[in-house]
Structures are given as C-alpha cells and as structure tokens.
C-alpha cells in the first residue's frame, strides 16, 4: 500500500451499486473497460490501406509453382492513463449528528463517485460525438420541430449502417440523446418503416423494435444505447440549479461497440491501468486528517478513453432544434 490511504473494497461496491441518477450512466458500456498491466505503453495496428485489409489479390499459383505473396506494413499507436480523482471530507462532527439519519461515510462515497462517473461521462460522450475522430454525414432533413412530418431517422441510419459496410465495419450499436430518442420515436416516417405505412394506431415506437429492426439492417443485433444523464449547468453559488444532458442532440453515433482484447475489434476501450486500480475503472480510499479532525473519502482512476478504431464508427449530424 503506498502512502496513508486505505483501499475501501465496501465503499466501492457502494458506488457501483448505487441507484437512481447511477443508472442513467453509458460511458462503460459505449468504451468498455480493458484493464492494461502498464501505465502507457504502445501497440500495433493493422490500418486499411497500409494493411492491404481490403485489397484483393490473385490467388492463382504461378507457372513457376510460388504463391503471390502479401507485404503488410504494420502501424503503431499509444495510449498514457490519466490520474483522475476527487475527495471529500467526512467532519467527525457532521458525522456524528447523522448518525441517526445515515451513514455519512457511505453516502459521500456515493456522491463523490457519482461526479466522478459524470466527469466520465463526459470524456465517453467527447470521444464519441466527435467529427474529427469519426466520419459524419449530414441528416437527410434537419432535426428540427418543424420537421417533425418529414424527418427521416430510417433513411439516415441506413445509410450510416451502409457506410459502416464499405469500411468493412458492422454496426451493433447505436448512441443517441434520452431526448433525441424522445424526437425519434415520434417520427411518423420511421413509425411507418418499422410497422408499416397503414397502421395508424402506433403512437411512439418501442426501443427494443428499433433494435430489431436495424439489427436486421446490420445483418445481427444492435443495441440503443440512450444518454440520459443530466448534470449542472448553474454556477455553483446558486441555490437552484438548471441541468443539461451530457449526450448533446447534435448527433447520433452508430457503431460497433466490443469488450475484452482489442483483437475483438470495435470502435475504442477504456483503458484502466490495474496496478493502480485494480478491480475495476474506480477505485474508493479514505485516510484520516488529525489535524482537521475527520475523515478524507478518495475516488479515483487512472484511465484513458481511447478510440482503436476510427473506422468502427460513424456519426449523422442531426443539425437538431426541437
């Protein structure tokens, strides 16, 4: 163990287990966790053009009995963690007088590692959403309240599917806004895509047959993952708060999503370094302040988001204003 600090293994599984706004959360399941034996280091990638991924040769045997042979060049990338955390102090005194109510202890853990899973979020939702590292392509129509009768989400999303598979990429996942979801669901050209152009009595569309749907279209399954986590937008000193969703409606991201070695695949991992962290991207510690009398509750990680695959994923601008 290094310096004071106590690794707290309850206090953790606290924080994983947490309800309510917790569950709101993505950000491992759109750049699953992938432990790394070492802080930073580098790896080999196998690119498309450098890697002749694609190219097709001639399989013929020559007339003087050799194999056409294949040159591949590989490429290298790198990663570093990041040493994330934030802490709070439990006062005796504090403590001591809730101690009827809670246990203040427990319920610090939480909140603190409730912001730092909203400052994940954040990272996720950065690397994601993001036209420089991934290709994007503009709505058909724009994602607009007026254009609630003409916007099309099936067009868009079958061509970011069909744009996947001329990268040689599937798609398994979609990523959108709780709110765009909210948009989408109410669109009467994909509810007349999904159960057909005569059936007036669909109101909204279920999730699970948008994922069927365009599970199909992907030649698999796809899963919707919807951002619903909201954080503050006031100034600190408020005594009320405005909250915004961390996933913007500015687009939808369609993708393939994979865990475990990146021999898998996929468009990115969360890389958690497990000499540090072991068991999981967070790690919970406490240690006493004497002279202050109380306390000290530690979140932290040592992490980094990283995209493997740029290819992996494709991005629809919505141009959204509704």
């Not at 290298?76 to 007088?97: F, I, N």
């Not at 994922?211 to 698999?220: A, L, P, Q």
């Not at 969360?270 to 979140?299: C, H, I, Q």
Request: proline share 2%; aromatic share 8%; charged share 25%.
């Amino acid at each position: 163990m290094k310096g004071t600090a106590i690794r707290r293994g309850e206090l953790n599984a606290f924080i994983e287990q947490a309800s309510g706004v917790d569950k709101l959360f993505i950000g491992q399941e759109v750049l699953p966790v992938l432990g790394v034996s070492k802080r930073a280091g580098e790896y080999p990638i196998l690119r498309k053009a450098k890697g002749q991924l694609l190219m097709r040769d001639n399989t013929k045997r020559n007339s003087s009995g050799s194999y056409n042979e294949i040159t591949r060049k590989h490429e290298w990338d790198s990663y570093t963690c990041e040493d994330r955390g934030l802490e709070e102090r439990v006062d005796d005194t504090k403590a001591d007088e809730m101690t009827d109510f809670f246990d203040l202890e427990v319920t610090t853990t939480k909140l603190v590692g409730r912001a730092c899973k909203m400052d994940f979020e954040n990272q996720v939702m950065a690397k994601t959403f993001n036209e420089s590292v991934f290709t994007k392509v503009d709505a058909a129509v724009n994602y607009l309240a007026a254009n609630a009768a003409t916007v099309d989400p099936a067009a868009d999303i079958i061509n970011a599917i069909a744009a996947l598979v001329s990268r040689g990429q599937s798609a398994n996942t979609m990523v959108m806004s709780l709110s765009m979801w909210n948009y989408v669901r109410r669109s009467k050209l994909l509810q007349a895509y999904i159960y057909g152009s005569n059936n007036d009595a669909v109101k909204v569309i279920k999730k699970a047959d948008v994922e069927r749907i365009f599970g199909e279209e992907s030649g698999g399954t796809l899963k919707l993952m919807i951002g619903a986590a909201v954080q503050s937008t006031s100034n600190r000193a408020k005594d009320t708060i405005v909250t915004a969703s961390i996933w913007p409606n500015t687009h939808i991201w369609i993708g393939n999503v994979q865990s475990g070695d990146f021999a898998n695949g996929g468009a990115g991992r969360t890389l958690s370094w497990e000499a540090d962290t072991p068991n999981g991207l967070f790690l919970t510690e406490t240690y006493r302040d004497d002279k202050n009398r109380g306390d000290m509750v530690r979140v932290r990680s040592n992490s980094i988001e990283k995209v493997i695959d740029e290819d992996a994923g494709q991005l629809i601008k919505t141009n959204a204003n509704f």
